[in-house]
């Protein structure tokens, strides 16, 4: 790799002989080498921070930049997961409620009750009788006085009926039976609200999808275009290293160093507003789930989320920077 | 160490540069390039800093030629070169000794073979105790002594300087040639462009002449002139 002019090919030779041949160009060691590679990689990453802070303004709105664009889809991604936390309890699991006839002998639903329960589609059977019923919509709707105006209870009994599986051409053929039964006055399948949630976290979760892509697209190139900026400033010391024998990677190692920095603290910048937004909304999130009888809290970033964000981040100015580097460094030559 | 064979260079404009130039330079030999501004000396200054490639004929440095030298082995090349500008090419933003140092970083040296050798260049060129200095606040001559510097830094075999004496007064300017005089001493091939007749009368070195691109005089003129 490393071309020499063959100034040492007069391998043993006296000292005036070499003289006289001109002189004998420095060698330098692989591990020394490799030591001054890795040393060089400090040194850049340190100047790369030292850099960004030399200038703290533009380095900073740069940052910012990076940190609002990333904050939107991670805030998105964290809201989702606290969602789907919340509705976990709902498992997406079908139920099939039997309103029974008004008229119909409890003994009679009693042994219908027992009947499903030996079908193999039926998981399990809940029977609520009217008292029952009327007692928890009371306690739920807060109505308790009006209805303890009426003379008879309205309600009518039901059987809750989980079935055993949630293929949905079984869960209708399992409602058409239950419906054909001459103690049924009305089946409802409470699978429609089960998928329509589903299919909202779906659309949910390809919303912020898209929207982190379109978003992770500008970062890049909020990172290119600082890059090529910084390049541009850094034009004379380009060439002057070009000319002493740098290559193009020695070269491009300082800015893919200052790509690598705008990434990390817009990243870390991001991941203190997701913090700082769900630190807000922690309190009220908190009242609404009380005021629904749900033991739900906010969960804040965790360490994966805050690494992938870093992460994320760093990599995406690591990608914009070599972008601008690849363009711009080679276009800037000697003349 | 440097041999020139038919050396044609056309630019992309259509002008001529360099026209079949054949030249030869022995190791550790001593020669000015000179000649009218235009007649082809700064075209074949880079074609041997391999900054340009020549149109056609090929140009052998160092057992090496130029023609086959890939883009990626072109830092390699120049390594083992010195490069010395008119304007010194100094950065600004650093040190004398991180000047200096350049291309010692460059080419990966160890901290303390670059400290070591950063202050023997240094203090080749009597500018040790300004290592600290930015070269922004030295004198014009001072800067392009750390230009030197910086050019000997790597022990190149071939020292090559492009009007280094352009910005001088003649005092500072023969401090200069002495500088390089004594680099040729110790067996480095030390090739100067520069028009500064006199200055190159007073060295007694041979002198390659370039006029319109063509080489039309190479030889010693302290017996005969340069040019007319």
Redesign the interface.
Same mark, same amino acid.
């Not at chain 1, 790799?1 to 100034?7: C, E």
């Not at chain 1, 070499?18 to 420095?26: D, E, F, K, L, S």
């Not at chain 1, 060439?239 to 193009?248: H, N, Q, S």
């Not at chain 2, 440095?61 to 090496?64: H, K, S």
């Given at each position: 790799?490393?071309?020499?002019? %063959?100034?040492s !090919?007069l391998p043993q030779q006296s000292v005036s002989e070499?003289?006289?041949?001109?002189? @004998?160009?420095?060698r330098?060691g692989a591990g &020394?080498?490799l030591? !001054?590679?890795l040393?060089?990689h400090r040194e850049m990453s340190r100047e790369a921070w030292r850099r960004f802070f030399a200038s703290p303004m533009s380095s900073g709105m740069t940052a910012l930049v990076i940190a609002i664009a990333l904050a939107l889809p991670a805030a998105l991604q964290l809201g989702l997961t606290n969602f789907q936390r919340a509705v976990a309890g709902w498992d997406g699991q079908p139920q099939i409620s039997v309103f029974v006839h008004k008229r119909a002998k409890e003994a009679a639903v009693q042994s219908f009750a027992e009947e499903l329960r030996a079908n193999t589609l039926v998981a399990g059977v809940t029977y609520i009788s009217p008292e029952e019923a009327l007692a928890e919509f009371q306690q739920a709707s807060g109505l308790g006085d009006a209805l303890a105006g009426m003379d008879s209870n309205p309600l009518p009994a039901v059987l809750l009926v989980r079935p055993a599986g949630s293929d949905s051409a079984a869960l209708e053929a399992l409602a058409t039976k239950l419906r054909e039964s001459a103690l049924t006055d009305s089946v409802v399948l409470d699978m429609a609200w089960v998928q329509r949630l589903a299919q909202l976290t779906e659309l949910g979760r390809r919303l912020s999808l898209g929207l982190a892509c379109l978003l992770a697209l500008g970062v890049l190139l909020v990172v290119v275009n600082s890059i090529r900026l910084h390049i541009e400033n850094r034009r004379?010391?380009i060439? @002057?290293?070009?000319? @002493?024998?740098?290559? &193009?990677a020695?070269v491009r190692r300082p800015f893919l160093y200052t790509g690598l920095c705008y990434g990390l603290a817009g990243g870390l910048i991001a991941w203190l507003l997701v913090s700082i937004g769900v630190w807000l909304l922690a309190g009220p999130v908190g009242g609404l789930a009380n005021l629904y009888g749900s033991g739900f809290r906010l969960q804040g970033p965790g360490f994966t989320y805050f690494a992938g964000l870093a992460g994320g981040a760093a990599l995406l100015g690591l990608s914009g920077a070599w972008m601008a580097v690849a363009r711009h460094i080679s276009a800037i030559? %000697?003349? | 160490?440097i041999q020139f064979d038919n050396v044609n260079k056309r630019y992309e404009s259509g002008q001529d540069a360099l026209g079949r130039v054949s030249l030869e330079i022995e190791?550790?030999e001593m020669v000015f390039l000179t000649g009218h501004s235009g007649a082809g000396k700064s075209t074949l200054l880079k074609l041997l800093?391999a900054?340009e490639r020549p149109t056609r004929g090929s140009i052998i440095?160092?057992?090496?030629n130029l023609n086959r #030298?890939r883009n /990626?082995?072109i830092?390699?090349? +120049? +390594? *083992? =070169?010195g490069?010395v500008f008119q304007n010194h090419?100094l #950065?600004f933003?650093r040190s004398v000794f991180d000047n200096v140092a =350049?291309?010692l /970083?460059?080419?990966?040296? /160890?901290?303390r073979?670059v400290g070591r +050798?950063v202050r023997a260049a240094l203090d080749k060129v009597g500018l040790l105790h300004k290592e600290k200095q930015n070269p922004i606040v030295l004198s014009g001559g001072e800067q392009q002594r750390v230009g030197i510097a +910086?050019a000997v830094v *790597?022990?190149?075999? #071939?020292l090559v300087a492009d009007e280094p004496t352009g910005n001088l007064d003649p005092q500072l300017s023969e401090e200069i040639m002495q500088l390089f005089r004594q680099f040729n001493a110790?067996?480095?091939?030390v090739l100067i462009a520069s028009h500064d007749l006199e200055l190159i009368a007073r060295m007694q070195q041979r002198v390659l002449t370039l006029q319109a691109g063509q080489l039309i005089y190479d030889g010693y003129p302290s017996r005969e002139p340069a040019y007319s």
């Open positions: 790799m490393n071309q020499r002019i %063959p100034s !090919s070499r003289r006289a041949a001109g002189a @004998v160009t420095a330098t &020394d080498r030591r !001054s590679w040393g060089h004379e010391e060439l @002057v290293v070009k000319l @002493v024998g740098a290559t &193009d020695f030559q %000697p003349r | 160490m190791r550790a800093t900054i440095v160092g057992g090496q #030298l /990626s082995q830092p390699y090349y +120049r +390594r *083992n =070169l490069i090419q #950065l933003d =350049l291309p /970083s460059v080419a990966g040296c /160890s901290k073979e +050798r +910086r *790597n022990k190149p075999a #071939l110790v067996g480095v091939t």
